[in-house]
């Protein structure tokens, strides 16, 4: 549900006082009906761009979502494609700890409380993740690290 409620104006307000419709368009959506036609909707483009990122991001990360929780129940399931390094985590809990942060991200992307980058830093520091498990070299460096630390 939008903060600011939509506002209505008719074409021939549009026509008459476009300077007053354009303020008002900068704090909230101003739709023009159209007879026998679709509403127009004027809105100030950082409103559009949030949209825009926040339905792409919405709906891949409800695939997302999906895959995730068919794997922790143990079901098969296959990622989306541009997310087909989530196969690399075996463990629930890691793909639960993901989903945390990939969801928090999402969160507060779309409250506007942080910029949208925060949702790519989190799939790309997840994504650097699955690389890493997936270069058995650099695991094995990994391990001979965590065995020194326990030393």
Do not use: C
């Amino acid at each position: 549900m939008p903060t600011r409620p939509e506002e209505f104006v008719t074409a021939t307000d549009l026509q008459r006082d476009m300077k007053r419709v354009l303020l008002e368009a900068e704090q909230r959506p101003v739709s023009v009906p159209r007879p026998g036609g679709t509403a127009i909707t004027i809105v100030n483009r950082d409103s559009w761009t949030n949209a825009t990122q926040a339905h792409d991001w919405l709906m891949r990360a409800a695939s997302v979502m999906l895959y995730i929780l068919m794997r922790v129940r143990s079901q098969p399931a296959e990622p989306p494609t541009d997310f087909s390094w989530l196969k690399l985590f075996d463990d629930p809990d890691d793909l639960r700890d993901f989903i945390e942060e990939f969801g928090t991200a999402l969160q507060n992307a779309t409250a506007k409380m942080r910029p949208w980058s925060d949702v790519d830093a989190v799939v790309a520091e997840w994504h650097k993740s699955a690389i890493a498990i997936a270069d058995e070299r650099l695991q094995e460096r990994f391990d001979q690290a965590r065995d020194d630390i326990g030393k």
